[in-house]
Nanobody, 121 residues
Framework: QVQLVESGGGLVQPGGSLRLSCAASGSIYSINAMGWYRQAPGKEREFVASITRGDSTNYADSAKGRFTISRDNAKSTVYLQMNSLKAEDTAAYYC???????????????WGKGTLVTVSS
């Protein structure tokens, strides 16, 4: 099995910054795409950013120019640097990884349990 654990959420003032991390552990052979999603209260979960194994990135329009996704393959970790935060960025942030698992040699998407980001003065 594979577990993903997010960290780095918290309360920040508008205009501030946060860096989220998501570390994977377990029966990992390799990790393909990694990504971040978020879900605000009363809304659907939405895509924020993704990064391929080759470091190609993709961002939601709301994240472009403010957020930066990166990864450390040696640590099985994905990061989301969030700058110029706005109240509308308030949400639970979830990471997702497409993992090739040892033993079963299957490819499957795994999700973390989320970390809460609150942007408020």
């Amino acid at each position: 099995q594979v577990q993903l654990v997010e960290s780095g959420g918290g309360l920040v003032q508008p205009g501030g910054s946060l860096r989220l991390s998501c570390a994977a552990s377990g029966s990992i052979y390799s990790i393909n795409a990694m990504g971040w999603y978020r879900q605000a209260p009363g809304k659907e979960r939405e895509f924020v950013a993704s990064i391929t194994r080759g470091d190609s990135t993709n961002y939601a329009d709301s994240a472009k120019g403010r957020f930066t996704i990166s990864r450390d393959n040696a640590k099985s970790t994905v990061y989301l640097q969030m700058n110029s935060l706005k109240a509308e960025d308030t949400a639970a942030y979830y990471c997702k990884m497409n993992v090739f698992t040892r033993g079963t040699y299957t490819i499957k998407d795994y999700w973390g349990k989320g970390t809460l980001v609150t942007v408020s003065s």
